[in-house]
């Protein structure tokens, strides 16, 4: 066998047994987000980056083209923060966090997957802004932020989510007013209660961030 044919043979060997040469981009984001978190009750065992694609991991759903599109975690005692790597699930439709010990701020990567139908991230302890990127997840319904520590304003950039039906952002510490274009005409006042909000968005009175 000539020489090259041997590096050439011996580099495709590396590369199916290596996971530091994965092209796996999903199953590469995932084991990020694990090292990001403390996982008290090892439910994330199963994780194994050596793996050709997360598919056979626990919490994590795949499609028929192993495309992951299920991430649940709820109540699941982990903690730690979350990463821009999450940007990378491109298939990604339920991203389930909820009720967790989980901090820092919310990427705004987040904001590219686009087929994403529901993001549930509430009872944490996140805070810092609510990311404008989220009106680019067109395919949103569901959204809930509820009980953490949130602030800024609401984005009026999230008015342009039309198939949103879910929004609770309750019990943080947000301010300035509520949007009342869009879906936003159709939620309860319950979804925006304990926080330092002023009410409905009054136009051309008072700007949409005022008491921020």
């Known amino acids: 066998m000539a020489p090259r044919s041997i590096v050439s043979s011996f580099l495709t060997f590396l590369l199916c047994i290596s996971p530091a040469f994965s092209t796996n981009s999903e199953g590469n984001a995932l084991h990020a987000l694990r090292s990001r978190l403390n996982d008290a009750t090892n439910v994330l065992q199963s994780w194994d980056p050596t793996l050709v694609n997360p598919c056979t991991w626990f919490h ?23 990463g821009p790597e999450l940007g990378e699930l491109k298939h990604l439709q339920y991203l389930e966090l909820y009720r967790n010990d989980l901090s820092g701020k919310i990427p705004k990567e987040l904001g590219k997957l686009k087929s994403l139908v529901s993001m549930d991230l509430y009872d944490n302890r996140f805070e810092g802004k609510i990311p404008k990127s989220f009106s ?70 008072v700007p949409y961030d005022f008491g921020c």
């Open 136 to 205: 680019k997840l067109k395919s949103l319904r569901f959204l809930r932020l509820n009980n953490n520590k949130l602030t800024g304003s609401i984005p009026r950039e999230l008015v342009s989510l039309s198939n949103l039906k879910v929004f609770d952002v309750s019990n943080n510490d947000l301010c300035g007013t509520i949007p009342v274009d869009g879906p936003f005409g159709t939620f309860s006042m319950e979804s925006f209660e304990n926080n330092r909000l002023n009410g409905p968005e009054l136009k051309g009175l």
């Open 60 to 82: 994590v759903t795949c499609d028929s083209n192993n495309h992951v599109i299920r991430l649940d975690l709820g109540n699941s005692n982990i903690s730690g923060s979350l």
